[in-house]
């Protein structure tokens, strides 16, 4: 499941219900992208991950799905969606644009966010169709279906897997793959929720937007999987066996995918809680699927269920953006007209209520898998159902607000108590889920010991009881509105687009049967919470805790324990069912399987005929944009002799707000103390500055500023007189402490005021606090190796090779597991070493005599923005600790790094190029191999992007995923070091994927010389990655994108090299590519 933010902060809650198919653009050094999915309850346990710090917000609710509120202090500054006069002008005429074949249901302008919203239904099929007009060129289509399941076989995940595998126009295995590999896609999805499944795409190029467009209507609509077999067994699942005398398996994308969620613990408990609170309807069932019951899953079922409910009738139809909406309703009328009307469409889907039936809490307790050495703690988590009838708008909002005044960040008062407590080690429940018809509230422990188990409800209910009868401080309710306020004003998605986050907040109230641009407004709503708290401060917030929560008894406590025999004894049983099976049938029906595994791998492992491939879309190279986008930069060294270099990057308009980063040199921190940096950014924001003590401080910054951030930064420069683009020897880069924060212009000066504040008297005295934070620092480490596993081997690869691969492994790989447990046991035993070490470190990068010369202030705004902010610019640098005239540091970028020395030592006994193996409680594996491909000081050429995608896109996802039954198979490429990796994810093999990457040599020079013949499958490669290095991008990512562009001193010269050797590429240039690959020095695994 992919987690996208539709807020300024996040996309990711929108997707927190859902399964998602894949990552559509995936990094330049990602060669390609699993259909990642978790399932409707794993995708609850991102709740569990969100920032809880005193950064910016997480929020919950109605609006832009999980975004809403207000509060005073931004509105006025903060201009996110005011198109000009002309442009109004020009959207305006969109609306109501009448087409034959359809019908205007309604239309209406949301003025929030600038969207000229036509609601069509087609005539002839019912399909609905909004049709929503912004000056946005990064444009969106989406096909949601209602899809609720009756059990736990997955159907609605294994059909969305399915219905993108070939269809009626496009004859390839998977035109999905095709698009992947080689469009210019800026989101190319599909996900699957407990009660809908959409289809989504978006792209900036017009002619790409409506290939993409094509390919997934014809998709949903008229797909392959229906009607061949072989479809259902390859995503769904299917029985294995190649020899007679061998046990049978079970294989299959999704099989292999939910065996790897429900090995997670956390996924165990988001799944356990649903269904706990869910008995009586479709939320009560996995629409992931659970492994016990995808095999019960028929390929008639699995059909009979795309017939159901894959009717357009039961469609809603979505595009956001600039194109023509002539040509929206041209285009679908062109899918639509083939189907009648299907009146029981809708009524079969309907999603029925789940009463609030319990007379009284439910208690349940169940296990989750444990390794032999991991502590015998259990997880408890409290569930509500809060609503069984439609929330008002106002009601929405305030759930909203109150998710966040009770678990919105460290110092919330629900989350700040149980972490307090010092009942467990981490939060586990995300508070307020709304994605679905009705909302849940969850909140918990993880690490708890059994004989605490009590007590953590008790916790909790006594927290919701002294909220009922004190209710919520003012600057508490200023702080958590303004954040939210500022979130949703602001509109900031990052590289996902703006038409997604429109279309799933309109989907939460459209897939219901209801309005959808009523669910994109907050204005109204908005002006009627702000006037109940004027009136009545906290009681609008005490009277809903009391209601939904303290005196509502449809809820459940779920207690998981560990167990060391839970994971054998699940594979024991699936051996047994096999066994069962096998002597089950006879000579004749096994002979069968042996036939339909032989048959299913010959069709996975053939090529799409010419004429297959010629059926999918394409562009040109004509078609992509020859120039490398840059943005406006401009260096002012020692701005107004400070000592402190200002960069400032200038766009046309950033809506009002300033975005600032204060960048502070850390390389005089001692090496040993390297591993701490991330543990003294946390405290720079969860643990108090000067007067403020950490719920102040959190509720300062919440009330002022869009979120105050802080972290540690190392990253790989180009070194002075040596080649650029060359890979380096790993012994030049820049280490910064970057303070990240963003602010209305009005508010630059106590944006500022904070930044000084956090960097000057941070509270390092913190005993408790740091223990809370590595407590919790260490329960997400362990999740992370266990539900990320991909990530951890390739970063654990990747530290054999250079010196900044040690560092970040060492930081935030599986050793600073091991870290944080020294670390904990220091503060436990002698926190006062521990607190020397923290304070050595401030001392240090506050060095008087330097400090300053290793400052940089990073600001992005517009031109209006900057004229308002000097004043605080100005302020801030002459106020900033250290000496104007500063003592110069170390030249960078011709010096090796002062860390450099000792951490070679270390890397020499921690970290030899070695194969490793990890055990951990999971039922697959992540499999990963890697090693060098350039040596220092070669030359690395842009085409490399190309192969290394092109590898992953088609090689390994052929052989890794769709052959292998892994969820996902990766490569990964890095210029700079010259390190290449390989990886898989929740994949059922081990031996057999370092086979697989082994072949990948052989298979990438056949590829080449295919390719002398067949010119388009080398454009389709280009194209890919062009895409990649081609993502729509925020304000703030642009600034931060050329700041880090000049802080690694890469030329314009050397970018524009690079894309003219990828527009460039040649077969050779594979062929040379794979002949390195055969040669891969120092090779190791993990």
Request: aromatic share 8%; charged share 25%.
């Amino acid at each position: 499941m992919a987690f996208l933010a539709l807020t300024a902060t996040r996309v990711a809650t929108a997707f927190s219900a859902a399964t998602l198919r894949s990552v559509g653009a995936s990094s330049s050094s990602a060669a390609s992208s699993s259909r990642r999915s978790l399932t409707n309850a794993a995708a609850v346990a991102f709740l569990d991950n969100r920032n809880r710090g005193a950064s910016a917000s997480t929020t919950a609710g109605r609006f832009l799905s999980q975004s809403a509120a207000a509060a005073s202090t931004c509105t006025s500054s903060i201009t996110a969606l005011r198109q000009s006069t002309v442009v109004e002008s020009e959207l305006e005429k969109n609306l109501g644009l009448s087409h034959p074949a359809f019908d205007i249901i309604s239309t209406d302008v949301v003025t929030e966010f600038g969207a000229y919203c036509t609601l069509y239904r087609h005539k002839q099929s019912g399909a609905e169709l909004l049709s929503v007009s912004t000056d946005d060129d990064n444009k969106c289509f989406g096909i949601t279906f209602r899809t609720p399941p009756t059990d736990s076989t997955g159907v609605p995940h294994i059909l969305e897997h399915s219905v993108l595998c070939g269809s009626r126009k496009y004859k390839t295995k998977d035109p999905f793959v095709q698009l992947l590999q080689g469009s210019l896609q800026t989101f190319l999805n599909a996900f699957t929720y407990p009660d809908r499944t959409c289809y989504v795409v978006a792209s900036q190029n017009t002619k790409d937007f409506y290939n993409l467009i094509n390919v997934y209507a014809d998709a949903v609509y008229h797909p392959r999987a229906t009607s061949d077999p072989m479809v259902h067994a390859q995503e769904g699942w299917h029985l294995e066996l190649e020899k007679i005398e061998e046990p049978l398996t079970y294989k299959g994308v999704v099989y292999n995918e939910m065996k790897g969620v429900y090995s997670s613990p956390d996924s165990l408990l988001q799944r356990d809680a649903q269904q706990s609170i869910f008995p009586d309807n479709t939320y009560g069932v996995d629409s992931g699927g659970s492994p016990v019951e995808i095999p019960n899953l028929s390929f008639e079922q699995f059909a009979e269920f795309h017939q159901k409910f894959y009717h357009p009738g039961n469609s809603r139809i979505f595009f956001a953006g600039d194109d023509d909406v002539a040509n929206r309703l041209e285009i679908m009328d062109e899918y639509l007209k083939d189907f009648g009307p299907s009146p029981e469409s809708k009524p079969a889907s309907t999603i029925q209520w789940q009463k609030k039936t319990f007379d009284a809490p439910k208690k349940i307790r169940n296990p989750y898998p444990a390794g032999n050495d991991q502590p015998e703690t259990h997880m408890i988590m409290m569930n509500w159902l809060v609503n069984d009838r439609p929330l008002t708008p106002v009601e929405e909002i305030t759930v909203t607000i109150l998710d966040h005044l009770l678990m919105g960040t460290s110092s919330s008062i629900l989350y700040k108590t149980l972490m307090e407590s010092g009942l467990g080690e981490s939060i586990t429940g995300g508070g307020l889920m709304s994605e679905l018809m009705q909302g849940t509230f969850s909140a918990g422990l993880k690490g708890v010991k059994p004989e605490d188990a009590d007590k953590v409800e008790e916790v909790i209910m006594s927290t919701l009881q002294k909220v009922v009868e004190e209710g919520f401080t003012e600057d508490a309710i200023a702080a958590s509105m303004n954040t939210i306020e500022f979130d949703m004003r602001e509109f900031n998605t990052g590289s996902f687009p703006k038409g997604l986050s429109l279309m799933l907040g309109s989907m939460r109230e459209w897939i219901y049967d209801r309005s959808p641009t009523d669910a994109l407004r907050f204005e109204e709503p908005l002006a009627e919470l702000k006037k109940s708290i004027s009136e009545s401060g906290s009681k609008v917030f005490q009277d809903m805790v009391k209601e939904f929560l303290l005196e509502n008894t449809h809820r459940s406590t779920l207690e998981m324990f560990p167990s060391k025999t839970l994971e054998e004894e699940q594979l024991q049983e699936e051996k047994d069912r096999l066994a069962k099976i096998k002597e089950s049938m006879s000579e004749e029906e096994l002979q069968r399987i042996i036939d339909t595994t032989t048959e299913l791998k010959k069709l996975q492992a053939a090529e799409d005929a010419p004429e297959a491939r010629a059926t999918i879309p394409s562009l040109e190279l004509s078609d992509l944009k020859r120039e490398v986008t840059e943005y406006p930069i401009a260096v002012s060294e020692n701005e107004a002799d400070t000592g402190v270099t200002v960069v400032r990057h200038e766009l046309g308009s950033t809506s009002g707000i300033a975005y600032a980063n204060l960048a502070v040199d850390v390389s005089g921190v001692a090496t040993e103390d390297i591993p701490l940096l991330p543990l003294f950014t946390r405290m720079m924001l969860e643990t108090g500055a000067g007067e403020y003590d950490s719920v102040a401080l959190s509720r300062r910054i919440g009330t002022h500023t869009g979120g105050v951030s802080a972290s540690a930064l190392i990253a790989g420069v180009e070194v002075e007189g040596g080649t650029e683009g060359a890979v380096t020897s790993g012994e030049h880069f820049v280490t910064k402490l970057l303070i990240t924060g963003k602010a209305t212009s009005d508010k630059t000066d106590e944006l500022f005021s904070i930044f000084d504040l956090i960097l000057r008297d941070a509270n390092l005295d913190a005993k408790s606090k740091i223990i809370e934070i590595l407590k919790q620092a260490k329960s997400q480490k362990e999740s992370t190796v266990q539900g990320s596993g991909h990530a951890t081997s390739n970063a654990r690869i990747r530290s054999r090779y250079n010196v900044v691969g040690y560092i970040n492994e060492k930081m935030t790989g599986l050793s600073s597991l091991d870290v944080v447990k020294d670390l904990l046991d220091q503060a436990e035993n002698d926190f006062p070493a521990l607190l020397a070490r923290l304070e050595n470190i401030r001392n240090t990068i506050l060095e008087k005599s330097t400090c300053r010369d290793g400052m940089i202030l990073d600001l992005t705004g517009d031109a209006a923005v900057f004229e308002k902010i000097q004043p605080s610019v100005e302020n801030f640098l002459s106020k900033l600790p250290g000496d104007t005239n500063a003592e110069k540091l170390q030249d960078f970028y011709s010096e090796p790094h002062p860390w450099v020395k000792e951490i070679k030592e270390e890397m020499a006994a921690n970290a030899p190029i070695a194969d490793e193996g990890f055990v951990v409680p999971t039922q697959v594996s992540y499999v990963g191999k890697g090693g060098r491909l350039y040596d220092i000081d070669e030359s690395v050429s842009g085409s490399t992007a190309v192969v290394s995608r092109f590898l992953g896109t088609g090689y390994m996802w052929d052989n890794i995923r769709v052959i292998g039954g892994a969820y996902g198979g990766f490569c990964q490429f890095n210029p700079r070091d010259g390190v290449f990796s390989f990886l898989s994810y929740r994949d059922p093999n081990l031996a057999g994927s370092i086979d697989v990457y082994d072949g990948a040599a052989d298979a990438l020079l056949a590829s080449a010389a295919d390719m002398e013949n067949d010119p388009d499958a080398l454009t389709t490669a280009i194209i890919g990655a062009i895409a990649d290095m081609d993502g729509a991008l925020s304000p703030d990512q642009k600034g931060s994108a050329q700041f880090k562009r000049w802080l690694t001193r890469e030329s314009p010269e050397q970018r524009q090299k690079y894309r003219d050797e990828v527009l460039n590429t040649t077969p050779a240039d594979f062929k040379a590519f794979a002949e390195r690959l055969k040669a891969l020095k120092d090779p190791s695994s993990a």
